[in-house]
């Protein structure tokens, strides 16, 4: 199991209670798997992505994303984990 770094991230909250134990930005439910996805995988800029998401701020999508690189093999988990159910959706 990935080990969570002990870095001090604000904006990033994890409980197993709330949104599957999945890392959101807090006061949201907008995972960190989420701003990878769309930021380092389908290459918007995160100018762009608080443009599309206006409830979100710069200072958020940053945080989310030092705190991927501070946890990568737990955010590569999640969104293969996430891909893999959204697959298995629509396939029935």
Same mark, same amino acid.
Request: with cysteine.
């Given at each position: ?6 870095? %001090? ?14 890392? %959101? ?6 995972? %960190? ?10 290459? /918007? ?15 958020? %999508? ?11 093999? /737990? ?18």
């Amino acid at each position: 199991m990935a080990k969570l770094a002990n870095n %001090v991230h604000p904006y990033v909250i994890s409980q197993a209670n709330f949104c599957g134990g999945s890392p %959101v930005i807090k006061g949201t439910k907008f995972p %960190v798997r989420s701003v990878v996805t769309y930021v380092l995988q389908q290459g /918007l800029s995160p100018e762009e992505l608080v443009k599309e998401f206006s409830h979100l701020t710069l200072a958020q %999508v940053y945080d989310a994303l030092s705190y991927y690189y501070d946890n990568k093999e /737990l955010i590569d988990k999640d969104i293969r984990d996430n891909s893999a159910s959204a697959a298995s959706d629509t396939a029935d």
